[in-house]
């Protein structure tokens, strides 16, 4: 277990696991799941060459689209496996596959860097801060 371990005033500890200056400032425990960890920053995803950020799956769906990407219907799989996710795929033979929730308020940047690293020069995850506000 790596991490820094921290005691209350009562001498109870609890571990912090890849502490940061913010998550030592948190006082309630980390829970597992989360959309971000105890100090991390929320990232957004930005189409970079509109400098756009995706706020919705119409959006995204908008942007892959004219990439190429297209909406994977697999009814069998659908159905029986992981009706909560929506795919893309680039094409029939291509073994490129983008999963994601199917609740766009549950996109962690899991998701995000795995639409990065298949679109490289169109999108970026960056902090909410570091982007300008599109017109």
């Known amino acids: 277990m790596s991490g820094?371990?921290?005691?209350?005033?009562?001498?109870?500890?609890r571990l912090i696991p890849n502490p940061t200056r913010e998550s030592f400032e948190r006082r309630e425990p980390h829970l597992p799941g989360t959309a971000t960890a105890p100090g991390a920053r929320p990232r957004v995803l930005v189409y970079?060459?509109?400098n756009h950020v995706i706020r919705s799956h119409a959006e995204l769906e908008q942007r892959l689209g004219e990439l190429g990407w297209t909406r994977y219907h697999n009814p069998a799989a659908a159905a029986a496996a992981k009706p909560d996710l929506i795919q893309f795929h680039k094409s029939d033979r291509s073994a490129h596959l983008i999963s994601l929730p199917r609740d766009f308020a549950?996109?962690?940047?899991?998701?995000?860097?795995?639409?990065?690293?298949?679109?490289?020069?169109?999108?970026?995850?960056?902090d909410p801060a570091n982007v300008a506000p599109s017109v």
């Open 106 to 126: 549950n996109l962690r940047t899991l998701h995000m860097y795995d639409i990065v690293v298949k679109n490289r020069s169109f999108f970026e995850v960056r």
């Open 48 to 50: 970079v060459p509109a």
């Open 4 to 13: 820094v371990w921290l005691f209350n005033k009562n001498g109870v500890a």
